[in-house]
T-cell receptor, first 117, second 113 residues
Framework: DTAVSQTPKYLVTQMGNDKSIKCEQN?????MYWYKQDSKKFLKIMFS???????INETVPNRFSPKSPDKAHLNLHINSLELGDSAVYFC????????????????FGEGSRLTVL | DQQVKQNSPSLSVQEGRISILNCDYT??????FLWYKKYPAEGPTFLIS?????DKNEDGRFTVFLNKSAKHLSLHIVPSQPGDSAVYFC????????????FGTGTRLQVTL
């Protein structure tokens, strides 16, 4: 049973389209993340939600809108896709170790490879 | 600005030998460091971590060393096994924001027979 699952795993679309990537974790964690790995292999944080509240937003264009309907789900919606959005998007989750502190041990999904043509 | 650097994109080591993967950082505020391992078509998985109050942490075949004055850490794998072949990412965070990790670009380790 997959701990952090993302769908779809592959997504090919045209510039200007709107697409969504879904993420679910069954670990009971209270914090979820979206990371982006670009063509240069940089893995960078985009967003983090703790118990459905946005706690990290790393100057991501507002075409990207995360939505957390509950603490087990964090979806990523992207409007008006651009060529530069092509990347692998990783969802992750973690559990607070206490008083808002996290150990940094993240559990990642398998990634969703987005290709914008 | 790349605050966490892994200057060796790849490393090849014979089975049974030691693998040493290096990582440098520039942000002196970083005080918690982690290594993640990634197989193709999978997400990164946590391997080992170290706090800045330590200079060494060991877990089985994996040992991480931290040299704060040099802003350098390394991961030693002894003995290396073919199943260790993967991409290894170094990551760092600032106290209180351990959920916000800054990753290096990874080093691809190949363990040959």
């Amino acid at each position: 049973d997959t701990a952090v699952s993302q769908t779809p795993k592959y997504l090919v679309t045209q510039m200007g389209n709107d697409k969504s990537i879904k993420c679910e974790q069954n670990l009971g964690h209270d914090t979820m993340y979206w990371y982006k790995q670009d063509s240069k292999k940089f893995l960078k944080i985009m967003f983090s939600y703790n118990n459905k509240e946005l706690i990290i937003n790393e100057t991501v264009p507002n075409r990207f809108s995360p939505k957390s309907p509950d603490k087990a789900h964090l979806n990523l919606h992207i409007n008006s896709l651009e060529l530069g959005d092509s990347a692998v998007y990783f969802c992750a989750s973690s559990q607070e170790a206490g008083q808002g502190w996290h150990t940094g041990e993240l559990f990642f999904g398998e990634g969703s490879r987005l290709t914008v043509l | 600005d790349q605050q966490v650097k892994q200057n060796s994109p790849s490393l090849s080591v014979q089975e049974g030998r030691i693998s040493i993967l290096n990582c440098d950082y520039t942000n002196s505020m970083f005080d918690y460091f982690l290594w993640y391992k990634k197989y193709p078509a999978e997400g990164p998985t946590f391997l080992i971590s170290i706090s800045s109050i330590k200079d060494k942490n060991e877990d089985g075949r994996f040992t991480v060393f931290l040299n704060k004055s040099a802003k350098h850490l390394s991961l030693h794998i002894v003995p290396s096994q073919p199943g260790d072949s993967a991409v290894y990412f170094c990551a760092a965070s600032v106290a209180g924001t351990a959920s916000k990790l800054t990753f290096g670009t990874g080093t691809r380790l190949q363990v040959t027979l």
